[in-house]
């Protein structure tokens, strides 16, 4: 979805501008990934982080053995927000 998708939606009510800051502030996290023309994709690390499985904080999955946890680079969600 795009930002301009998401400031047409009846439910959310803030400008676009915010939400562009707030979407490039997830970027700067690693918790999207933005594909081009304000669309972003959600990463492994966004996911893991909605389902309390990612501390953003310490870059590094909870719970989880390290050679278990998806690579930022090579593995990114298919989902868009």
Do not use: W
Not at 9 to 22: G, M
Not at 37 to 52: K, P, S
């Amino acid at each position: 979805m795009s930002v301009g998708d998401l400031h047409e939606n009846e439910y959310i009510r803030v400008s676009k501008t915010q939400i562009s800051r707030r979407c490039k502030k997830l970027e700067e996290h690693g918790l999207l990934r933005k594909v081009g023309h304000g669309v972003y994709m959600i990463t492994d690390e966004g996911q893991a982080y909605l389902e309390e499985e990612y501390d953003v904080e310490q870059g590094k999955f909870i719970n989880q053995d390290q050679t278990d946890a998806p690579s930022t680079e090579s593995a990114k969600s298919e989902n868009e927000i």
